[in-house]
């Protein structure tokens, strides 16, 4: 059932972030109803659009004012709200936290956005590398003397974006059950990622940091903490970093224990990568695998897409998973009592649209009004797609 069934959610359907957070309470139970625009979207419905697991379908036109009136009415019966608009669009809709809030004073509106509600970027554009900058989190990752370094868009958008956010729904909904009140959620990408650099800021002022990039142990200075090619062109990885560990690096390894006596010394360190190079690259990654995984040396083989899934530890956990047809990540993290589930994968925009405004209180009479006047799509019924 999941630790989060019988937490009803209103997602209004974006764009990365948002479809994270609606997918992490979604596989936790929770029944979140996406919000979709008529015709949808470049992912909508699309069987490779993971994030969009789990939740079915609504297409509501919120230009027309009874689509308004329609997302308005299943409020009143929601728990939370996700949407990830610019500051002020759901409020130009119609559909601002005032209005909602009215209609259900126990609602948690999570709101999504890249600067944050106010201030004086709020109402600038901008996507994961630029929040991250702002964040002091780019600057950080790159090679000395090189350019930053995008992390993918793991750090702003899903970590300090779509985790946050889901992070913050389930603190406002337990303490809407203390209070009784409801609240708005500002969830700013910049503040998150701000918040996951926070053990870099403290060591920096603790003057354990520097600000020159590719300068630290954690940063790709430090020899072990590195990735390394292996003789048939592949890569490995390395993080020995505490004494025992780093004992245990070099003498799995056959380096010279003398030459790499001084493990902390920075000055050492790039002779030191060169030396481990070297070593790495007389073996295999198969090789090195064989001998050094599932020690105390901190190793990993560094895994494509298409090989992490079939990794014998990720088999083993049931890491990843097939729904309809599509390899996926499982749903984390794990639960004793309640385990989460992976019920369906993503839904064609509206295909839902009957079923669930019938769910929620709707008149078969209302439905027909609301097709009628074409402020909700999508097939006859809800069961097609």
């Known amino acids: ?32 109803i996406r919000i979709d625009r008529p015709g949808g979207n470049l992912f909508s419905g699309a069987r490779a659009d993971i ?115 889901a992070f913050g729904i389930v603190c406002g909904l337990l303490e809407a059950r203390n209070s009784g009140h409801g609240q708005v959620i500002d969830c700013s990408m910049v503040e998150g990622s701000a918040v996951l650099m926070g053990m870099f800021y403290a060591m920096h002022q603790a003057g354990l940091w520097r600000d020159e990039r590719g300068s630290n142990m954690l940063d790709g200075a430090a020899h072990y903490y590195n990735t390394y090619e292996t003789a048939d062109g592949k890569w490995v990885s390395v993080g020995a970093m505490e004494p025992q560990f780093y004992a245990t690096l070099v003498r799995e390894t056959g380096a010279d224990p003398e030459l790499f006596r001084n493990q902390h010394d920075a000055r050492a360190w790039p ?22 995984e599932g020690g105390d040396a901190c190793f990993a083989p560094v895994l494509s897409l298409t090989e992490a899934p079939k990794h014998p530890h990720n088999r083993a956990r049931g890491s990843f998973v097939e729904v309809d047809g599509m390899l996926q990540p499982a749903p984390a993290p794990r639960f004793s009592r309640t385990p989460p589930q992976l019920r369906h994968g993503p839904r064609p925009p509206g295909a839902d649209s009957d079923d669930i405004l019938a769910a929620w209180g709707f008149t078969g009479q209302e439905i027909a009004a609301l097709r009628a006047a074409g402020a909700v799509t999508g097939p006859p019924s809800g069961r097609q797609g």
Request: some cysteine; aromatic content about 4%; glycine content about 16%.
């Open 51 to 165: 994030l969009g697991r789990n939740r079915k379908s609504l297409a509501v036109d919120l230009k027309h004012p009874d689509g308004i009136a329609t997302v308005l009415k299943l409020v009143e019966r929601a728990d939370a709200l996700i949407e990830g608009f610019r500051p002020g669009v759901m409020e130009r809709l119609g559909l601002g936290p005032d209005l909602c809030l009215a209609r259900n004073p126990r609602l948690i509106y999570g709101r999504m956005t890249g600067w944050g509600q106010d201030g004086p970027l709020a109402q600038g554009a901008g996507h994961d590398i630029n929040y991250i900058a702002l964040a002091g989190a780019l600057h950080g990752i790159g090679e000395k003397g090189g350019r930053p370094i995008p992390p993918l868009n793991l750090v702003g958008d899903f970590g300090g974006g779509g985790m946050f956010l």
């Open 271 to 292: 002779a030191l990568k060169e030396e481990l190079a070297r070593i790495f690259r007389t073996k295999t990654r198969d090789e090195w695998c064989a001998l050094l």
């Open 1 to 32: 059932m999941g630790p989060l069934h019988g937490i009803k959610v209103i997602e209004m359907v974006g764009l990365g972030p948002g479809p994270l957070c609606a997918m992490m309470l979604a596989d936790m139970g929770a029944e979140v």
